[in-house]
């Protein structure tokens, strides 16, 4: 199997610190710092290193060095290397991301003083879907003359949707809306249709974990692209991974990504798509967050390349109870995918349907009340941080419902099972990512009230303070 992308000498030398000012011999500086670079998603796994006379001349030290340090790597399992492939980089067997199962462990005891970090979501709007469901109930009574089934979804849902579609500036038909069950629904769906076993995907480094695991179950291969260490793409390298991994499809956040909040200019969306074209690769966007800006949006994505899929929902915005999204493709894909579903479900509840096509008329105005509110539960976060944990390093999102904390250490497993002791659930930094990198990220939804985030942040600063004194990064820099 063939490392699914390269990375150049002089790429890596800018990635990497002055080796002249670590610690011990420069071939175990040079070894550290590749190792550290993997571990914090800044070089996705299976990533082939340049050759070592090529990174020889690029950091100006002898090839001997370099060969000293590839060696090192290999014997601590962060290098491999095949017969005409070169040497990759990758981590040591058995220091895979466990799963995110804090979701189905804290319910069990609801009296207790536990505060949930582990879902970027929010509650319900207060009074806002009763009296949505009571509207529509009233209005339910010519669906019930039919048989209920329909895969592509209810014509009224779907001209709303496509209505909205438009006002944002991509001219949009109901014939190019299918209603699903979440955006992560539409995804599995397009995956099931478009993704052959071994096919590869592209993604973002840090990504949604459900896309991960969607991809994987449908039998795809998984290509991390790493962001940039300030937020959004590092437009190279996704353009040189679009063209060197021959990818069926990417699967990409440019709108208040998850989980670091990002929003891609439109001029990075525009070089990326037109690589996208030359390749043939399917390119995927999620729009779930889309309306949670803070300071205002791009242009769609889809209103650059008519061929870009968009998925979302009301998820985010409304309720993730309220189990209605969507999916913009062509009227040929939307046909395809309403056949595909038929063989996993007839499609979506009725009566979610009718209330959701009431609430994609609202969402503006729904949108702006939950921004008034995320704002400063944002702002108390990031101060609380501030103030308890100023060595970790945050960037300020411009929208969504979290923040991406970069540790000074690289514990964020160990500091998520013991600050669940300690009665706060997060989900460490590796789940993001693939075979246990990231380890030096954390993700902080801001979606609880402001005086809770701060506890919470108190609360991890007890425990970060027991681990960052215990030595333990010293001795355990990939978590099993």
């Known amino acids: 199997m063939a490392p699914l992308s390269r990375i150049g ?236 991994t021959a990818a069926r499809l990417a699967f990409l956040t440019p709108d208040f990504h998850n989980p670091t909040g990002a929003l891609v200019p439109e001029a990075h969306r525009r070089e990326v798509l037109a690589v996208a074209r030359q390749t043939g690769t399917t390119v995927v966007v999620d729009e779930s967050f889309v309306d949670l800006g803070f300071r205002g949006n791009e242009r769609p994505t889809a209103g650059i390349d008519s061929s870009v899929i968009t998925v979302g929902s009301l998820s985010k915005a409304v309720w993730g109870g309220l189990r209605i999204g969507w999916l913009r493709a062509s009227t040929d894909l939307v046909h395809r995918l309403a056949a595909l579903r038929t063989s996993i479900d007839m499609g979506s509840p009725v009566l979610e349907q009718v209330v959701a096509a009431s609430l994609v008329e609202q969402l503006d105005d729904i949108a702006a009340r939950r921004v008034a509110e995320l704002v400063p539960q944002r702002d108390a976060l990031v101060a609380a941080l501030a103030q308890h944990l100023p060595d970790w390093r945050v960037t300020v999102p411009e929208g969504g419902l979290s923040l991406w904390a970069e540790l000074s250490s690289p514990l964020s497993t160990p500091l998520s099972m013991l600050a669940a002791q300690a009665g706060v659930v997060v989900v460490p930094g590796s789940r993001f990512g693939v075979d246990g990198t990231l380890e030096r990220f954390l993700r902080l939804p801001y979606s609880l009230p402001a005086d809770r985030l701060a506890e919470a942040v108190r609360r991890l600063a007890g425990v970060w303070a027991q681990l960052d004194g215990s030595g333990l990064a010293a001795r355990q820099l990939v978590v099993a």
């Open 9 to 244: 000498g002089r790429a890596l030398a800018d990635l990497l610190p002055d080796l002249r000012t670590m610690p011990g011999p420069v071939y175990s500086a040079l070894a550290h710092g590749i190792t550290s670079l993997v571990l914090d998603g800044r070089i996705a796994t299976e990533t082939r290193l340049p050759s070592e006379r090529e990174l020889a001349a690029s950091l100006h030290i002898s090839r001997a060095t370099v060969t000293a340090a590839y060696d090192a790597l290999r014997s601590e399992g962060f290098l491999a290397s095949r017969t005409g492939s070169g040497s990759y980089v990758t981590v040591p067997a058995g220091s895979q991301p466990r799963p995110a199962l804090a979701r189905w462990t804290t319910r069990s005891n609801e009296a207790a003083d536990v505060i949930d970090l582990s879902c970027a979501a929010l509650p319900a709007p207060p009074d806002l879907l009763p009296g949505a469901m009571s509207a529509a109930a009233a209005r339910l009574g010519p669906y019930l003359l039919g048989d209920g089934y329909d895969p592509a979804g209810l014509p009224v849902l779907r001209e709303a949707v496509a209505a909205r579609f438009t006002g944002r500036g991509v001219p949009t038909r109901p014939e190019q809306i299918l209603v699903t069950n979440g955006a992560l629904h539409g995804l599995d769906l397009l995956l099931r249709l478009l993704l052959g076993p071994g096919d590869r995907a592209i993604t973002e480094l840090p990504t949604y974990p459900g896309a991960l695991d969607a991809i994987r179950a449908n039998g795809g291969r998984v290509v991390p692209v790493p962001m940039a260490p300030e937020g959004g793409w590092q437009v190279g390298q996704l353009q040189a991974g679009l063209r060197q």
